[in-house]
């Protein structure tokens, strides 16, 4: 079964600064996606950036980035320039390409805070 | 984003009794999918839907009863409510293999 795992429970960073957000996983699959979604207080889950396996370009939004290591199973997201409204819980998750279930696994979460 | 609506989006209720939660989405999305959030446990997989009448059981299943009667709706169904069933409940679709999928705005369920 795969696994996703969020080592920080909380980051904090300033605001204009660069914050890097950890996420590992674990699979022994060799195709499949990955996914930061982003939770404001409002609750809402909100795709943020998605990584397709086979690519090895990391993939960036803007602001956002990752560095997806496939060997080391490591897929860590970058936020540039962090502003006020970054402030939120993200989450990373893993889909596989494979079956009909197609459900995303999620880690724990970050819950990130941006200081003023 | 797609229009998934679910409701209620709070909702009280006292152990033992009956619950059943409603998402309903306009996108014509083949796959519906149920989570629930806690906290130190991100979202988990309850139950999945991959057509009409076409259901399975995820990770937390245990307790929980789904029905997808037509492609628009996929309810989730408490049928004797547990405190331990106090959570955050979120729908999510996705149309096809490469797709994303949509979350709608999340049902907070207290059971007292």
């Known amino acids: 079964a795969q696994t996703v795992t969020q080592s920080q429970p909380e980051m904090s960073v300033q605001e204009a600064e660069t914050v890097t957000l950890s996420c590992t996983y674990d699979t022994s699959e060799s195709d499949y996606y990955l996914f930061w979604y982003k939770q404001p207080p409002s609750r809402q889950m909100i795709l943020v950036i998605r990584q397709e396996a086979y690519k090895q370009q990391n993939a960036t939004e803007n602001r956002f980035s990752v560095n997806f290591q496939k060997a080391a199973k490591s897929f860590s997201l970058k936020i540039s320039d962090s502003q006020l409204g970054d402030a939120a819980m993200y989450f990373c998750a893993y889909r596989s390409m494979e079956g009909s279930q197609g459900n995303l696994i999620f880690g724990k979460g970050t819950k990130l805070s941006v200081k003023p | 984003d797609a229009g998934i609506t679910q409701s209620p989006r709070h909702k009280v209720t006292e152990t033992g009794t009956p619950v059943t939660l409603r998402c309903h989405q306009t996108e014509n999305h083949r796959y519906m999918y149920w989570y629930r959030q806690d906290p130190g446990h991100g979202l988990r997989l309850i139950h999945y839907?991959?057509?009409?009448?076409?259901?399975d059981k995820g990770e937390v299943s245990d307790g929980y009863s789904v029905s997808r009667s037509k492609t628009e709706d996929f309810l989730l169904t408490l049928e004797s409510a547990t405190s331990s069933q106090t959570s955050v409940y979120f729908c999510?679709?996705?149309?096809?293999?490469?797709?994303?999928?949509?979350f709608g705005q999340g049902t907070r369920l207290t059971v007292v």
């Open positions: 839907s991959y057509g009409v009448k076409d259901t």
């Open positions: 999510a679709t996705r149309q096809g293999s490469n797709t994303e999928a949509f």
